[in-house]
């Protein structure tokens, strides 16, 4: 004879301290996103502005620079799969990546839609880690399994998890919202 588990019937939302119980660990956590969030949000201000660190002014989006393609058709991608990176470099990949990493890093640094920003920016760590191919002994790489890419997607899946916008950010009066009470997804 099987049993199934009665329906939840609660219909408030998990907050961080369901989950993290150590007020230390909860203040860690919020550091790890501003941090985590910072890298995407960066990441868009350096390619929009050109600020000199990964782009140079002239090559900024704002002067005409292609943030994605530049990367896409670049040294920089490597290895099996790079033919299907080249073909996939265009000025709407341009903006969907800079959408995604502004969204990003937006959303990780306020503490909202964790859930959804951990699944794309993982994808979008995921395509970079595989356009960079790390695997081979020409690589380039200092380990071919766990690079920056992979360590990145564990953070905001982490991030995400222990709802770490609920310290320091507004995860809680995100989720009091109806919409995303409706869309759970959305927390």
Do not use: C
């Amino acid at each position: 004879m099987t049993t199934t588990a009665p329906a939840n019937t609660d219909s408030r939302l998990a907050t961080q301290l369901d989950i993290v119980r150590s007020d230390l660990a909860r203040r860690v956590l919020a550091v790890l996103r501003l941090a985590t969030g910072f890298i995407f949000l960066w990441a868009f201000l350096d390619k929009t502005f050109g600020l000199g660190y990964s782009t140079l002014t002239e090559r900024a989006w704002v002067t005409g620079g292609t943030p994605s393609q530049g990367f896409l058709l670049g040294d920089a991608v490597v290895g099996p799969l790079k033919p299907f990176f080249a073909a996939i470099a265009s000025p709407a990949s341009d903006v969907l990546f800079m959408l995604a990493m502004l969204g990003i890093g937006l959303a990780v640094m306020l503490g909202i839609g964790l859930r959804v920003s951990a699944v794309i920016g993982s994808f979008v760590l995921l395509a970079m880690y595989l356009a960079e191919w790390p695997i081979g002994m020409d690589a380039g790489s200092t380990n071919p399994i766990v690079n920056y890419h992979v360590i990145y997607a564990l953070s905001l899946t982490v991030i995400a998890v222990t709802h770490a916008g609920d310290t320091g950010g507004a995860g809680l009066p995100w989720k009091r919202l109806a919409l995303v009470r409706q869309a759970r997804w959305l927390i």
